[in-house]
């Protein structure tokens, strides 16, 4: 296998990137990739690590872009997968049958002319192939920040999986429901299907309905980081053309009290953004948007509901399978990238078990 190191991802050809993607996962395609860069990292942080056979056919891609972060105050330098809170998965890219010489191919590559302390995937979906490689290959590297994103085989037809979940549950979502309709009239869900020009109005509508609640108070909606919103604005015109976006909201009567800004790739869904009005949450308008979109993508026939994020107790009143996504962690061989090794296997679980022990010694 040879290497080569590209400094921009439009210098690489876009068919032969989203070729490589097995399962079309839309947070690894071309476009994604590109747009993401095109808002977070500077043209001259960038090394895009091309892997092909002897032929010249390549069978792997490897977007990073160098950064700087720091634990216990310590700065540490590095790279990291072109990906953050905003990518939702990153697996790695490379045609199925040359994953193992790519990723070898690669580790070595950037082990021998490299100085990094760390390399970095976030949302990282557990591949035990990876792993695997890893050890063998006697890398130091480890798994952080677990999340457990639920997902819903869409198997069946709706009323059948309606009905095999929680009593209690579907007694109170349609209670609510039924309320909602006494006080509002009409409760509505619609699917964006206006022109280019209608969709950036319509994003930033509901954008703006995240950004009235919490997360605007605490400054975590999109609107409150320009970079973030681009970001969105972008991913939702290009995907608008591509015809793999969904934009839906649910009304009551004309009052839009729930978004979801979402995608559509290979028979799945994928549920990147969700908000809700804060002022009607007796109603649970966002548990009524996902009871009605169900029941749409159940009539499309289309394959799994996938919640993206984090497990909590309101996407796990719909199922109880998940991913398991992590930040890998793969540490250089130099001081301090072992002495980042320890910090994260070692060091920070001690404290974080410290910090437990304290409380519940405080609660008894």
């Known amino acids: 296998m040879m290497i080569s190191i590209l400094k921009s991802v439009n210098d690489i050809d876009r068919t032969l990137w989203d070729s490589l993607l097995k399962h079309k996962i839309p947070f690894l395609d071309y ?3 590109r747009i993401w860069c095109n808002n977070f990292v500077r043209e001259q942080q960038s090394k895009i690590y091309l892997v092909s056979k002897k032929s010249g056919e390549v069978s792997g891609i490897i977007p ?12 540490f330098k590095g790279f990291s997968f072109t990906a953050n809170s905003h990518s939702y998965r990153t697996q790695l890219i490379a045609s199925p049958q040359d994953k ?17 302390d760390f390399i970095k995937f976030k949302e990282f979906l557990l591949d035990e192939e990876v792993l695997n490689h890893l050890e063998n290959k006697k890398i130091k590297f480890s798994l952080e920040e677990e999340k ?4 819903i085989d869409l198997e069946g037809d709706w009323q059948n999986y ?7 549950f579907r007694r109170n979502l349609r209670r609510r429901l039924r309320n909602a309709e006494k ?15 209608q969709l950036e109005p319509f994003v930033l509508q509901g954008l703006e309905l995240e950004a009235s609640g919490w997360k605007g108070k605490q400054g975590s909606a999109i609107l409150k980081n320009p970079n973030v919103k681009q970001l969105y604005l972008d991913i939702a015109r290009v995907y608008f053309y591509k015809k793999q976006l969904h934009l839906g909201a649910l009304y009551f009567g004309e009052r839009m009290v729930a978004f979801n800004f979402s995608l559509i790739a290979n028979q799945t869904f994928y549920l990147l953004k969700v908000a809700y009005d804060e002022e009607v949450p007796k109603f649970s308008p966002g548990q009524i948007m996902i009871f009605f979109l169900l029941q749409i993508l159940f009539e499309q026939k289309i394959k799994r509901f996938d919640f993206l994020g984090p497990s909590m107790p309101w996407k796990l009143e719909w199922t109880q399978k ?3 996504h992590f930040t890998l962690y793969i540490y250089g061989n130099n001081s301090k990238g072992q002495f980042l090794y320890l910090v994260n296997k070692k060091m920070l679980p001690a404290l974080r078990k410290i910090k437990f022990l304290k409380k519940l010694k405080n609660a008894i």
């Open 31 to 33: 476009d994604w990739i």
């Open 64 to 75: 990073l872009y160098e950064h700087q972060e720091k634990q216990l105050g310590i700065p």
């Open 100 to 116: 193992g010489k790519v990723l070898n191919a690669w580790l070595d590559n950037i082990f021998k002319n490299e100085r990094f």
């Open 148 to 151: 457990r994103p639920p997902y």
């Open 162 to 168: 309606f009905n095999s979940l929680r009593g209690h």
């Open 183 to 197: 006080q509002f009239g009409k409760v509505e869900y619609r699917v964006f299907d206006g022109s280019k020009e």
């Open 322 to 324: 998940y991913n398991q």
